[in-house]
Protein backbone atom coordinates (compact mmCIF):
# COMPACT_ATOMS: atom_id res chain seq x y z
CA UNK A 1 0.00 0.00 0.00
CA UNK A 2 2.02 3.21 -1.22
CA UNK A 3 1.65 6.39 -3.37
CA UNK A 4 -1.31 8.47 -3.95
CA UNK A 5 -4.75 8.49 -3.00
CA UNK A 6 -7.70 10.13 -3.64
CA UNK A 7 -9.68 10.73 -0.64
CA UNK A 8 -9.22 9.93 3.12
CA UNK A 9 -12.28 9.86 5.04
CA UNK A 10 -12.90 10.09 8.87
CA UNK A 11 -16.02 9.11 10.21
CA UNK A 12 -17.78 9.73 12.99
CA UNK A 13 -14.35 8.65 15.27
CA UNK A 14 -14.34 9.00 18.37
CA UNK A 15 -12.02 7.63 21.30
CA UNK A 16 -12.69 7.33 24.99
CA UNK A 17 -9.96 7.00 27.68
CA UNK A 18 -12.28 5.57 30.48
CA UNK A 19 -15.04 7.66 30.55
CA UNK A 20 -12.89 10.40 29.22
CA UNK A 21 -13.81 11.53 25.68
CA UNK A 22 -10.19 12.72 24.07
CA UNK A 23 -11.63 12.71 20.77
CA UNK A 24 -15.30 13.10 20.30
CA UNK A 25 -17.08 12.42 16.94
CA UNK A 26 -14.44 13.72 14.21
CA UNK A 27 -15.52 14.14 10.55
CA UNK A 28 -12.94 15.03 7.91
CA UNK A 29 -12.14 14.33 4.66
CA UNK A 30 -8.30 14.71 3.67
CA UNK A 31 -7.74 15.09 -0.37
CA UNK A 32 -4.36 13.70 -1.68
CA UNK A 33 -1.83 16.41 -2.08
CA UNK A 34 -3.22 18.18 0.99
CA UNK A 35 -1.32 20.00 4.07
CA UNK A 36 -4.04 19.50 7.08
CA UNK A 37 -2.71 20.80 10.21
CA UNK A 38 -4.58 19.73 13.74
CA UNK A 39 -4.38 22.94 15.70
CA UNK A 40 -5.30 23.35 19.45
CA UNK A 41 -3.81 23.13 22.83
CA UNK A 42 -2.66 19.98 24.53
CA UNK A 43 -5.11 17.68 25.47
CA UNK A 44 -7.50 18.92 22.76
CA UNK A 45 -7.43 15.47 21.12
CA UNK A 46 -5.04 16.39 18.17
CA UNK A 47 -2.14 13.69 19.17
CA UNK A 48 -5.00 11.20 19.88
CA UNK A 49 -6.85 12.07 16.29
CA UNK A 50 -3.05 11.56 14.67
CA UNK A 51 -2.64 8.02 16.63
CA UNK A 52 -5.92 6.98 15.68
CA UNK A 53 -5.25 7.63 11.80
CA UNK A 54 -1.66 5.81 12.69
CA UNK A 55 -3.69 2.70 13.74
CA UNK A 56 -1.27 3.36 17.26
CA UNK A 57 -4.71 3.33 19.36
CA UNK A 58 -7.91 1.78 18.24
CA UNK A 59 -10.62 3.57 18.23
CA UNK A 60 -13.69 3.49 20.47
CA UNK A 61 -15.88 4.08 17.39
CA UNK A 62 -16.53 5.72 13.87
CA UNK A 63 -14.49 4.78 10.90
CA UNK A 64 -11.62 5.39 8.98
CA UNK A 65 -11.82 4.93 5.05
CA UNK A 66 -9.01 5.24 2.21
CA UNK A 67 -10.41 5.51 -1.20
CA UNK A 68 -13.26 3.80 -0.02
CA UNK A 69 -11.61 0.74 1.64
CA UNK A 70 -11.95 0.83 5.61
CA UNK A 71 -8.60 0.65 7.07
CA UNK A 72 -9.25 1.19 11.08
CA UNK A 73 -8.74 -2.17 11.90
CA UNK A 74 -5.40 -2.60 10.12
CA UNK A 75 -2.54 -2.34 12.83
CA UNK A 76 -0.32 0.16 12.05
CA UNK A 77 2.27 -2.03 10.61
CA UNK A 78 -0.69 -2.78 7.50
CA UNK A 79 -1.55 1.07 6.85
CA UNK A 80 2.00 1.53 5.44
CA UNK A 81 1.59 5.45 6.93
CA UNK A 82 4.45 7.32 7.66
CA UNK A 83 4.97 8.75 11.13
CA UNK A 84 7.27 11.05 12.64
CA UNK A 85 6.99 11.09 16.14
CA UNK A 86 7.83 14.64 18.58
CA UNK A 87 10.94 12.80 19.88
CA UNK A 88 11.63 11.59 16.54
CA UNK A 89 12.06 7.59 17.84
CA UNK A 90 15.44 7.10 15.97
CA UNK A 91 16.67 3.29 16.89
CA UNK A 92 19.59 4.29 18.91
CA UNK A 93 21.71 0.87 17.85
CA UNK A 94 21.38 1.83 14.31
CA UNK A 95 23.40 4.22 11.98
CA UNK A 96 21.44 6.46 10.02
CA UNK A 97 21.37 4.69 6.76
CA UNK A 98 19.91 1.81 9.11
CA UNK A 99 17.36 4.00 10.47
CA UNK A 100 16.43 5.10 7.16
CA UNK A 101 16.32 1.85 5.51
CA UNK A 102 14.61 -0.16 8.08
CA UNK A 103 10.68 0.07 6.90
CA UNK A 104 12.49 -0.71 3.35
CA UNK A 105 14.36 -3.98 4.70
CA UNK A 106 11.00 -5.03 6.52
CA UNK A 107 9.34 -4.66 3.39
CA UNK A 108 11.60 -7.17 2.11
CA UNK A 109 13.37 -4.51 -0.62
CA UNK A 110 16.05 -5.96 -2.46
CA UNK A 111 19.34 -4.60 -1.33
CA UNK A 112 20.57 -2.73 -4.54
CA UNK A 113 16.96 -0.71 -4.71
CA UNK A 114 17.19 0.01 -0.98
CA UNK A 115 20.61 1.29 -1.22
CA UNK A 116 19.64 3.69 -4.16
CA UNK A 117 15.99 4.58 -2.11
CA UNK A 118 18.13 5.19 0.99
CA UNK A 119 20.09 7.41 -0.56
CA UNK A 120 17.53 9.30 -2.24
CA UNK A 121 15.88 9.61 0.66
CA UNK A 122 19.39 11.17 2.85
CA UNK A 123 20.29 13.42 -0.17
CA UNK A 124 16.72 14.86 0.06
CA UNK A 125 17.01 15.50 3.80
CA UNK A 126 20.48 16.69 3.26
CA UNK A 127 22.75 13.98 5.56
CA UNK A 128 24.31 11.78 2.89
CA UNK A 129 27.84 12.31 4.94
CA UNK A 130 25.98 11.82 8.27
CA UNK A 131 24.55 8.32 6.49
CA UNK A 132 27.43 6.44 9.11
CA UNK A 133 26.27 8.01 12.18
CA UNK A 134 24.70 6.59 14.95
CA UNK A 135 21.40 9.24 16.12
CA UNK A 136 23.48 9.90 19.32
CA UNK A 137 26.30 11.54 17.54
CA UNK A 138 23.80 14.00 15.26
CA UNK A 139 22.42 17.44 16.44
CA UNK A 140 18.24 17.83 17.41
CA UNK A 141 17.56 18.98 13.67
CA UNK A 142 19.83 16.77 11.57
CA UNK A 143 18.33 13.84 13.89
CA UNK A 144 14.64 15.57 13.04
CA UNK A 145 15.82 14.96 9.62
CA UNK A 146 16.63 11.22 9.92
CA UNK A 147 12.76 10.84 11.09
CA UNK A 148 11.87 12.70 7.97
CA UNK A 149 13.81 10.68 5.48
CA UNK A 150 13.18 7.47 7.81
CA UNK A 151 8.99 8.29 7.39
CA UNK A 152 9.22 9.36 3.18
CA UNK A 153 11.89 7.10 2.26
CA UNK A 154 8.53 4.36 2.06
CA UNK A 155 6.81 6.73 0.17
CA UNK A 156 3.87 6.54 1.88
CA UNK A 157 0.25 7.42 1.19
CA UNK A 158 0.08 9.63 4.11
CA UNK A 159 2.61 11.03 6.70
CA UNK A 160 1.94 11.80 10.20
CA UNK A 161 3.98 14.50 11.98
CA UNK A 162 3.24 14.57 15.82
CA UNK A 163 4.74 18.37 17.07
CA UNK A 164 7.72 17.77 14.83
CA UNK A 165 9.63 20.74 15.80
CA UNK A 166 8.36 21.48 19.04
CA UNK A 167 11.92 19.97 20.40
CA UNK A 168 13.99 22.33 18.16
CA UNK A 169 15.49 26.00 19.15
CA UNK A 170 13.80 28.70 17.52
CA UNK A 171 16.36 29.41 14.43
CA UNK A 172 16.24 25.80 13.92
CA UNK A 173 12.34 25.51 13.93
CA UNK A 174 11.88 28.28 11.31
CA UNK A 175 14.63 26.09 9.33
CA UNK A 176 12.96 22.80 9.52
CA UNK A 177 9.51 24.60 9.08
CA UNK A 178 10.70 25.54 5.42
CA UNK A 179 12.23 22.14 5.05
CA UNK A 180 8.82 20.21 5.50
CA UNK A 181 7.13 22.28 3.52
CA UNK A 182 9.36 21.84 0.62
CA UNK A 183 9.32 17.92 0.87
CA UNK A 184 5.54 17.84 1.38
CA UNK A 185 5.53 20.11 -2.39
CA UNK A 186 8.49 18.42 -4.40
CA UNK A 187 7.17 14.96 -3.24
CA UNK A 188 3.85 15.55 -3.76
CA UNK A 189 3.13 13.90 -0.34
CA UNK A 190 -0.28 14.07 2.03
CA UNK A 191 0.53 15.17 4.94
CA UNK A 192 -1.36 15.61 8.44
CA UNK A 193 0.75 17.68 10.71
CA UNK A 194 -0.37 18.22 14.74
CA UNK A 195 0.82 21.02 16.60
CA UNK A 196 -0.25 23.65 19.06
CA UNK A 197 1.55 26.39 17.28
CA UNK A 198 -0.63 28.50 15.54
CA UNK A 199 1.93 30.56 13.32
CA UNK A 200 3.41 27.07 12.62
CA UNK A 201 0.22 25.72 10.93
CA UNK A 202 -0.71 28.25 9.21
CA UNK A 203 2.59 28.95 8.07
CA UNK A 204 2.33 25.50 6.47
CA UNK A 205 -1.37 24.45 6.21
CA UNK A 206 -3.63 23.99 3.30
CA UNK A 207 -6.15 23.25 5.47
CA UNK A 208 -6.62 23.86 9.45
CA UNK A 209 -8.22 21.93 12.00
CA UNK A 210 -8.73 23.77 14.92
CA UNK A 211 -9.67 21.15 18.17
CA UNK A 212 -10.83 21.80 21.66
CA UNK A 213 -11.66 19.23 23.91
CA UNK A 214 -11.92 16.64 21.47
CA UNK A 215 -14.05 18.51 19.44
CA UNK A 216 -13.46 20.24 16.16
CA UNK A 217 -14.19 23.73 16.44
CA UNK A 218 -13.57 24.92 12.59
CA UNK A 219 -11.93 23.96 9.88
CA UNK A 220 -10.84 26.02 6.86
CA UNK A 221 -7.86 27.45 4.83
CA UNK A 222 -5.57 29.38 6.89
CA UNK A 223 -6.72 32.94 5.49
CA UNK A 224 -10.44 31.70 7.07
CA UNK A 225 -9.81 30.69 9.91
CA UNK A 226 -7.31 33.32 10.69
CA UNK A 227 -9.50 36.05 9.37
CA UNK A 228 -13.00 34.43 10.29
CA UNK A 229 -12.57 32.61 13.35
CA UNK A 230 -15.77 30.43 14.46
CA UNK A 231 -16.02 31.03 17.85
CA UNK A 232 -14.36 33.14 20.30
CA UNK A 233 -12.68 30.18 21.43
CA UNK A 234 -11.22 29.40 17.62
CA UNK A 235 -10.17 33.63 17.86
CA UNK A 236 -8.36 33.30 20.75
CA UNK A 237 -6.64 30.64 19.51
CA UNK A 238 -5.51 32.93 16.24
CA UNK A 239 -4.13 35.73 17.60
CA UNK A 240 -7.51 38.07 19.10
CA UNK A 241 -5.84 38.22 22.42
CA UNK A 242 -8.14 41.42 23.43
CA UNK A 243 -11.24 39.68 24.89
CA UNK A 244 -13.41 42.27 26.24
CA UNK A 245 -16.88 40.90 28.17
CA UNK A 246 -19.10 43.48 26.55
CA UNK A 247 -22.86 44.04 26.67
CA UNK A 248 -24.70 43.77 23.06
CA UNK A 249 -26.79 47.28 23.17
CA UNK A 250 -27.94 47.84 19.64
CA UNK A 251 -27.98 45.34 15.70
CA UNK A 252 -28.44 45.70 12.80
CA UNK A 253 -27.67 43.47 9.82
CA UNK A 254 -24.32 42.18 9.70
CA UNK A 255 -23.29 44.03 12.79
CA UNK A 256 -23.43 44.94 16.46
CA UNK A 257 -22.71 47.41 18.76
CA UNK A 258 -21.84 46.49 22.41
CA UNK A 259 -21.26 48.72 25.57
CA UNK A 260 -18.25 48.04 27.97
CA UNK A 261 -17.45 50.69 30.93
CA UNK A 262 -19.63 53.47 29.27
CA UNK A 263 -17.91 53.06 25.81
CA UNK A 264 -19.13 51.69 22.56
CA UNK A 265 -17.50 49.66 20.22
CA UNK A 266 -19.37 48.49 16.81
CA UNK A 267 -18.53 45.45 15.54
CA UNK A 268 -19.04 42.41 13.14
CA UNK A 269 -21.71 40.26 14.45
CA UNK A 270 -20.37 36.46 14.22
CA UNK A 271 -23.13 34.89 16.37
CA UNK A 272 -25.96 36.63 15.56
CA UNK A 273 -26.63 37.96 18.49
CA UNK A 274 -29.58 40.09 19.95
CA UNK A 275 -28.94 41.78 22.93
CA UNK A 276 -27.08 40.28 26.14
CA UNK A 277 -23.73 39.35 27.37
CA UNK A 278 -21.02 39.14 24.66
CA UNK A 279 -16.98 39.24 24.16
CA UNK A 280 -15.52 41.41 21.87
CA UNK A 281 -12.46 39.70 20.28
CA UNK A 282 -9.88 42.27 18.63
CA UNK A 283 -5.92 41.50 17.25
CA UNK A 284 -3.55 43.19 18.95
CA UNK A 285 -2.28 45.02 15.18
CA UNK A 286 -6.02 46.37 14.36
CA UNK A 287 -5.55 49.01 17.40
CA UNK A 288 -4.36 52.08 15.81
CA UNK A 289 -3.06 54.76 18.10
CA UNK A 290 -4.99 58.35 17.49
CA UNK A 291 -5.33 61.96 18.46
CA UNK A 292 -9.07 62.44 18.32
CA UNK A 293 -11.76 61.10 19.65
CA UNK A 294 -14.26 59.53 17.19
CA UNK A 295 -16.00 56.30 15.80
CA UNK A 296 -14.82 53.04 17.31
CA UNK A 297 -12.25 54.99 19.61
CA UNK A 298 -11.69 53.52 23.08
CA UNK A 299 -9.73 55.63 25.94
CA UNK A 300 -7.21 53.74 27.60
CA UNK A 301 -4.32 54.13 29.90
CA UNK A 302 -0.94 52.47 29.02
CA UNK A 303 0.41 49.46 31.46
CA UNK A 304 2.98 47.40 30.49
CA UNK A 305 5.37 47.74 27.31
CA UNK A 306 7.63 45.26 25.80
CA UNK A 307 10.11 46.73 22.83
CA UNK A 308 9.97 44.07 19.76
CA UNK A 309 12.24 46.50 17.85
CA UNK A 310 9.95 47.97 15.13
CA UNK A 311 6.77 48.07 17.16
CA UNK A 312 6.23 47.78 21.05
CA UNK A 313 3.73 45.25 22.30
CA UNK A 314 1.79 47.31 24.79
CA UNK A 315 -0.71 45.95 27.73
CA UNK A 316 -3.58 48.82 28.04
CA UNK A 317 -6.16 49.14 30.64
CA UNK A 318 -9.50 50.25 29.78
CA UNK A 319 -11.08 52.68 32.96
CA UNK A 320 -12.74 50.11 34.24
CA UNK A 321 -9.63 47.82 34.69
CA UNK A 322 -10.19 45.03 31.38
CA UNK A 323 -6.56 44.45 29.48
CA UNK A 324 -6.12 45.56 25.97
CA UNK A 325 -3.35 44.01 23.86
CA UNK A 326 -2.08 45.95 21.18
CA UNK A 327 1.14 46.23 18.71
CA UNK A 328 2.15 49.63 18.02
CA UNK A 329 5.05 51.46 16.31
CA UNK A 330 3.87 54.77 18.70
CA UNK A 331 6.61 54.98 21.24
CA UNK A 332 4.65 54.56 24.20
CA UNK A 333 5.52 54.71 28.14
CA UNK A 334 3.51 53.01 31.01
CA UNK A 335 1.58 55.94 32.57
CA UNK A 336 0.55 57.01 29.21
CA UNK A 337 -3.32 58.38 28.10
CA UNK A 338 -3.85 56.87 25.02
CA UNK A 339 -7.14 56.95 22.64
CA UNK A 340 -7.30 53.45 20.90
CA UNK A 341 -9.03 53.46 16.99
CA UNK A 342 -10.07 49.81 15.88
CA UNK A 343 -11.81 49.30 12.11
CA UNK A 344 -15.59 48.11 13.09
CA UNK A 345 -14.67 45.10 10.73
CA UNK A 346 -11.77 44.70 12.85
CA UNK A 347 -14.04 43.75 15.34
CA UNK A 348 -15.36 40.18 16.27
CA UNK A 349 -18.11 40.08 18.50
CA UNK A 350 -19.31 36.50 19.86
CA UNK A 351 -21.78 35.38 22.38
CA UNK A 352 -20.64 35.36 25.51
CA UNK A 353 -21.09 31.46 26.07
CA UNK A 354 -20.20 30.40 22.24
CA UNK B 1 50.21 28.32 41.34
CA UNK B 2 47.14 29.24 43.82
CA UNK B 3 45.39 26.53 45.66
CA UNK B 4 42.02 28.12 44.98
CA UNK B 5 43.53 27.28 40.92
CA UNK B 6 44.57 23.75 41.97
CA UNK B 7 40.95 23.09 43.70
CA UNK B 8 39.45 24.31 40.85
CA UNK B 9 41.45 22.01 38.14
CA UNK B 10 41.03 18.89 40.21
CA UNK B 11 37.37 19.84 40.51
CA UNK B 12 37.03 20.00 36.99
CA UNK B 13 37.95 16.36 36.67
CA UNK B 14 35.63 15.33 39.43
CA UNK B 15 38.30 15.48 42.57
CA UNK B 16 36.36 17.87 45.13
CA UNK B 17 34.93 16.98 49.08
CA UNK B 18 31.90 15.12 47.49
CA UNK B 19 34.51 12.20 46.80
CA UNK B 20 34.47 12.03 50.98
CA UNK B 21 31.04 10.34 50.54
CA UNK B 22 32.82 7.47 48.94
CA UNK B 23 34.76 6.61 51.83
CA UNK B 24 32.10 4.78 54.12
CA UNK B 25 31.52 2.20 50.71
CA UNK B 26 35.47 1.97 50.47
CA UNK B 27 36.06 1.11 53.91
CA UNK B 28 32.98 -1.27 54.21
CA UNK B 29 34.83 -3.17 50.95
CA UNK B 30 37.99 -2.91 52.15
CA UNK B 31 37.27 -4.69 55.64
CA UNK B 32 34.45 -6.94 54.55
CA UNK B 33 35.58 -7.59 51.20
CA UNK B 34 39.36 -7.53 50.41
CA UNK B 35 40.20 -8.21 53.90
CA UNK B 36 38.79 -11.97 53.87
CA UNK B 37 39.15 -12.17 50.48
CA UNK B 38 43.45 -11.46 50.92
CA UNK B 39 43.00 -13.44 53.72
CA UNK B 40 41.41 -16.63 52.41
CA UNK B 41 44.11 -16.41 49.11
CA UNK B 42 47.34 -16.09 51.09
CA UNK B 43 45.46 -18.61 53.40
CA UNK B 44 45.07 -21.33 50.48
CA UNK B 45 48.99 -21.22 49.68
CA UNK B 46 49.47 -22.60 53.12
CA UNK B 47 48.45 -26.26 53.12
CA UNK B 48 48.00 -28.10 56.33
CA UNK B 49 49.76 -31.04 55.28
CA UNK B 50 52.93 -29.24 53.20
CA UNK B 51 53.26 -29.74 50.18
CA UNK B 52 54.60 -26.50 48.37
CA UNK B 53 52.08 -23.20 48.16
CA UNK B 54 49.99 -25.35 45.31
CA UNK B 55 49.18 -28.29 47.01
CA UNK B 56 45.49 -27.87 47.68
CA UNK B 57 45.20 -26.61 44.26
CA UNK B 58 46.61 -29.68 43.00
CA UNK B 59 44.55 -31.84 45.40
CA UNK B 60 41.56 -30.48 44.49
CA UNK B 61 42.56 -31.20 40.61
CA UNK B 62 43.13 -34.76 41.24
CA UNK B 63 40.61 -35.66 43.48
CA UNK B 64 37.98 -36.42 40.87
CA UNK B 65 34.96 -35.97 44.11
CA UNK B 66 36.30 -32.61 44.47
CA UNK B 67 37.44 -31.74 40.76
CA UNK B 68 33.87 -32.74 39.90
CA UNK B 69 32.07 -30.45 41.67
CA UNK B 70 33.10 -27.93 39.22
CA UNK B 71 30.81 -29.48 36.25
CA UNK B 72 28.31 -30.22 39.15
CA UNK B 73 27.54 -26.50 40.05
CA UNK B 74 27.95 -25.33 36.30
CA UNK B 75 25.26 -28.18 35.60
CA UNK B 76 23.26 -26.78 38.34
CA UNK B 77 24.00 -22.52 38.09
CA UNK B 78 23.96 -22.64 34.04
CA UNK B 79 20.85 -23.97 33.41
CA UNK B 80 19.10 -22.07 36.02
CA UNK B 81 20.31 -18.61 35.38
CA UNK B 82 19.52 -19.42 32.08
CA UNK B 83 16.07 -20.19 32.20
CA UNK B 84 15.51 -17.65 34.54
CA UNK B 85 16.55 -14.96 32.19
CA UNK B 86 14.70 -16.34 29.84
CA UNK B 87 11.56 -16.73 31.16
CA UNK B 88 11.83 -13.36 32.62
CA UNK B 89 11.33 -11.95 29.25
CA UNK B 90 8.28 -12.16 27.98
CA UNK B 91 6.69 -11.89 31.18
CA UNK B 92 8.70 -8.54 32.01
CA UNK B 93 7.54 -8.13 28.35
CA UNK B 94 3.96 -7.76 28.69
CA UNK B 95 4.16 -6.14 32.47
CA UNK B 96 5.59 -3.03 30.62
CA UNK B 97 3.55 0.08 31.13
CA UNK B 98 0.86 0.86 33.51
CA UNK B 99 -2.19 -1.20 33.62
CA UNK B 100 -4.32 -2.25 36.45
CA UNK B 101 -3.53 -5.14 38.72
CA UNK B 102 0.31 -4.71 37.76
CA UNK B 103 1.11 -4.01 41.51
CA UNK B 104 -0.43 -7.19 42.95
CA UNK B 105 0.95 -9.35 39.43
CA UNK B 106 4.57 -8.14 40.41
CA UNK B 107 3.95 -8.77 44.16
CA UNK B 108 3.24 -12.14 43.15
CA UNK B 109 5.46 -13.02 41.04
CA UNK B 110 8.27 -11.65 43.66
CA UNK B 111 7.29 -13.08 46.98
CA UNK B 112 9.56 -16.48 46.59
CA UNK B 113 12.67 -13.71 47.10
CA UNK B 114 11.24 -12.67 50.94
CA UNK B 115 10.16 -16.80 51.20
CA UNK B 116 13.89 -17.90 51.47
CA UNK B 117 15.43 -21.18 50.63
CA UNK B 118 14.35 -23.11 53.80
CA UNK B 119 10.77 -22.24 53.39
CA UNK B 120 10.86 -22.84 49.57
CA UNK B 121 12.89 -26.67 49.93
CA UNK B 122 10.01 -27.17 52.85
CA UNK B 123 7.45 -26.49 50.29
CA UNK B 124 9.34 -28.75 47.08
CA UNK B 125 9.33 -31.98 49.34
CA UNK B 126 5.66 -31.41 50.24
CA UNK B 127 4.56 -30.85 47.03
CA UNK B 128 6.76 -32.97 44.80
CA UNK B 129 7.45 -35.65 46.92
CA UNK B 130 6.95 -39.52 46.03
CA UNK B 131 4.06 -39.11 48.41
CA UNK B 132 3.27 -35.19 47.99
CA UNK B 133 0.31 -33.99 45.59
CA UNK B 134 2.33 -33.68 42.48
CA UNK B 135 2.85 -37.66 42.24
CA UNK B 136 -0.53 -38.50 43.90
CA UNK B 137 -2.40 -36.81 41.30
CA UNK B 138 -0.34 -38.13 37.90
CA UNK B 139 -0.66 -41.21 39.54
CA UNK B 140 -4.31 -41.09 40.06
CA UNK B 141 -4.35 -39.72 36.38
CA UNK B 142 -2.83 -42.96 35.26
CA UNK B 143 -0.30 -40.64 33.73
CA UNK B 144 2.87 -42.87 35.26
CA UNK B 145 3.25 -46.11 37.12
CA UNK B 146 5.63 -44.98 39.70
CA UNK B 147 6.24 -41.61 41.33
CA UNK B 148 8.40 -39.03 39.90
CA UNK B 149 11.73 -38.85 41.68
CA UNK B 150 11.81 -34.82 41.65
CA UNK B 151 13.58 -33.95 45.09
CA UNK B 152 16.21 -35.08 46.59
CA UNK B 153 18.78 -35.20 43.21
CA UNK B 154 19.44 -32.82 40.42
CA UNK B 155 16.07 -31.88 39.59
CA UNK B 156 14.72 -30.47 42.90
CA UNK B 157 17.90 -28.11 43.24
CA UNK B 158 17.40 -26.87 40.15
CA UNK B 159 13.60 -26.28 40.81
CA UNK B 160 14.52 -24.29 43.65
CA UNK B 161 17.49 -22.38 42.17
CA UNK B 162 14.22 -21.11 39.65
CA UNK B 163 11.77 -20.20 41.99
CA UNK B 164 14.00 -17.90 44.18
CA UNK B 165 16.21 -16.96 41.44
CA UNK B 166 13.17 -16.46 39.10
CA UNK B 167 12.03 -12.65 40.94
CA UNK B 168 15.28 -10.84 40.59
CA UNK B 169 15.65 -11.83 37.40
CA UNK B 170 12.29 -10.87 36.72
CA UNK B 171 12.69 -7.60 38.45
CA UNK B 172 16.17 -6.67 36.81
CA UNK B 173 14.45 -7.37 33.65
CA UNK B 174 11.70 -5.58 34.04
CA UNK B 175 13.49 -2.31 34.86
CA UNK B 176 15.92 -2.80 31.51
CA UNK B 177 12.83 -3.04 29.59
CA UNK B 178 11.36 0.14 31.36
CA UNK B 179 13.95 2.35 30.25
CA UNK B 180 13.21 1.53 26.48
CA UNK B 181 11.52 3.99 25.19
CA UNK B 182 8.08 2.46 24.17
CA UNK B 183 8.05 4.69 20.93
CA UNK B 184 10.71 2.63 19.19
CA UNK B 185 8.94 -0.50 18.75
CA UNK B 186 5.45 2.50 17.96
CA UNK B 187 7.66 3.78 15.39
CA UNK B 188 8.94 0.38 13.89
CA UNK B 189 4.88 -0.45 13.98
CA UNK B 190 4.58 2.55 11.77
CA UNK B 191 7.34 1.55 9.39
CA UNK B 192 5.88 -1.83 8.50
CA UNK B 193 7.78 -4.17 11.19
CA UNK B 194 5.13 -6.82 12.90
CA UNK B 195 4.78 -7.92 16.63
CA UNK B 196 8.02 -10.30 16.28
CA UNK B 197 9.97 -8.32 13.77
CA UNK B 198 9.62 -5.13 16.43
CA UNK B 199 10.90 -7.37 19.49
CA UNK B 200 13.44 -8.71 17.26
CA UNK B 201 15.26 -5.95 15.40
CA UNK B 202 14.03 -3.52 18.23
CA UNK B 203 13.45 -4.34 21.91
CA UNK B 204 16.07 -7.08 21.89
CA UNK B 205 18.78 -5.63 20.81
CA UNK B 206 18.46 -2.96 23.21
CA UNK B 207 17.93 -5.23 25.68
CA UNK B 208 20.58 -7.75 25.40
CA UNK B 209 23.15 -5.85 27.47
CA UNK B 210 21.23 -6.03 30.40
CA UNK B 211 20.38 -9.53 29.53
CA UNK B 212 23.51 -10.28 29.94
CA UNK B 213 24.11 -8.47 33.17
CA UNK B 214 20.78 -9.96 34.38
CA UNK B 215 22.24 -13.45 33.73
CA UNK B 216 26.30 -12.75 35.69
CA UNK B 217 24.04 -12.10 38.34
CA UNK B 218 21.32 -14.87 38.57
CA UNK B 219 24.41 -17.14 37.61
CA UNK B 220 26.39 -15.69 40.57
CA UNK B 221 23.47 -16.43 42.94
CA UNK B 222 22.65 -19.84 41.37
CA UNK B 223 26.52 -21.22 41.45
CA UNK B 224 26.80 -20.63 45.11
CA UNK B 225 23.80 -23.16 46.09
CA UNK B 226 24.09 -24.78 49.30
CA UNK B 227 21.02 -24.68 51.38
CA UNK B 228 19.24 -26.16 48.88
CA UNK B 229 21.71 -28.32 47.30
CA UNK B 230 21.47 -30.29 50.60
CA UNK B 231 17.53 -30.08 51.55
CA UNK B 232 16.29 -31.02 48.23
CA UNK B 233 19.39 -32.31 46.75
CA UNK B 234 21.64 -35.23 47.19
CA UNK B 235 24.58 -33.52 48.88
CA UNK B 236 26.94 -36.23 48.75
CA UNK B 237 26.20 -37.17 45.39
CA UNK B 238 24.57 -36.02 42.19
CA UNK B 239 24.79 -32.18 44.02
CA UNK B 240 27.85 -32.12 45.69
CA UNK B 241 28.36 -28.52 44.60
CA UNK B 242 31.10 -26.48 45.31
CA UNK B 243 29.96 -25.05 48.16
CA UNK B 244 29.52 -27.93 49.82
CA UNK B 245 33.15 -29.41 49.28
CA UNK B 246 34.20 -25.75 50.40
CA UNK B 247 32.24 -25.93 54.11
CA UNK B 248 32.95 -30.01 54.23
CA UNK B 249 36.98 -28.83 54.01
CA UNK B 250 37.09 -26.03 56.34
CA UNK B 251 34.31 -27.02 58.75
CA UNK B 252 34.18 -30.92 58.67
CA UNK B 253 37.58 -32.00 57.99
CA UNK B 254 39.07 -28.79 59.74
CA UNK B 255 41.37 -27.83 57.29
CA UNK B 256 40.50 -24.25 56.50
CA UNK B 257 43.65 -24.06 53.67
CA UNK B 258 41.75 -26.39 51.51
CA UNK B 259 38.58 -24.82 52.16
CA UNK B 260 40.01 -21.55 51.12
CA UNK B 261 41.38 -23.16 48.20
CA UNK B 262 38.18 -24.28 47.01
CA UNK B 263 36.91 -20.93 47.72
CA UNK B 264 39.03 -19.58 45.68
CA UNK B 265 38.68 -22.27 42.72
CA UNK B 266 34.72 -20.91 43.04
CA UNK B 267 35.45 -17.18 42.95
CA UNK B 268 37.61 -17.76 39.17
CA UNK B 269 34.88 -20.56 37.61
CA UNK B 270 32.67 -17.62 38.20
CA UNK B 271 34.68 -14.69 37.30
CA UNK B 272 35.33 -16.83 34.28
CA UNK B 273 31.77 -17.25 33.10
CA UNK B 274 30.89 -13.44 34.03
CA UNK B 275 34.34 -12.69 31.78
CA UNK B 276 33.29 -14.57 28.96
CA UNK B 277 29.30 -13.08 29.11
CA UNK B 278 30.49 -9.36 29.45
CA UNK B 279 33.48 -10.25 26.49
CA UNK B 280 29.80 -10.95 24.57
CA UNK B 281 28.36 -8.08 25.80
CA UNK B 282 30.71 -5.52 24.57
CA UNK B 283 29.61 -6.69 21.48
CA UNK B 284 26.54 -5.22 21.51
CA UNK B 285 25.24 -1.52 21.34
CA UNK B 286 25.24 0.04 25.02
CA UNK B 287 24.18 3.09 24.42
CA UNK B 288 21.41 5.42 25.27
CA UNK B 289 18.04 3.24 25.04
CA UNK B 290 15.89 6.71 24.85
CA UNK B 291 13.78 5.30 27.70
CA UNK B 292 13.08 7.63 31.14
CA UNK B 293 14.68 4.80 33.05
Known sequence: ?354 | MTTVALRHRLAERGVDRVLLLLVPGAVFVALLFLYPFLYGLQLSFQPKDGGGPLANYRRFFTDAYLRDTIWITLRLGLPAALFNVLASIPIAYRMRGRFRGKRLITTLLVVPITLGTVLTAEGLIEYLSPVGWFNKVVMALGLVDEPVRLVHNYWGVLLSLVITGFPFAFLLTLSYLSGIDPTLERAAATLGASRGQRFRYITMPLLAPGLAVTFCLSFVLAFSVFPSAVMVGEPQGETHVISIAAYDTAFRDFDYSMGSAVAMIMALVMLVVIALVLLWRTTLYRGATGGKG
Open chain 1, 1 to 354: MSGRFAELRVDRVRRAFGSHVALNDMDLTIKGGEFVALLGPSGCGKSTALNCLAGLLPLTGGRISLDGRRIDHLPPEKRGFGMVFQNYALFPHMSVRRNVGFGLTMRKVGKAELNRRVDEALRMVRLTEHAHKFPAQLSGGQQQRVAIARAIVLEPPLVLMDEPLSNLDAALRLEMRTEIRRLHQSLGLTTVYVTHDQEEALALADRLVVLRDGEVQQVGSPEEVYAHPANRYVAGFMGYRTMLPVTVTSWAGEHATAAVDGLTLTGVNRDRLTGGPAVAAIRPEDFAVTEQDGENTIRAEVEIVEYHGREQAVQARLPGGEPLHLRTTSRLAPGDAVRLRVPVERVLIFGADS
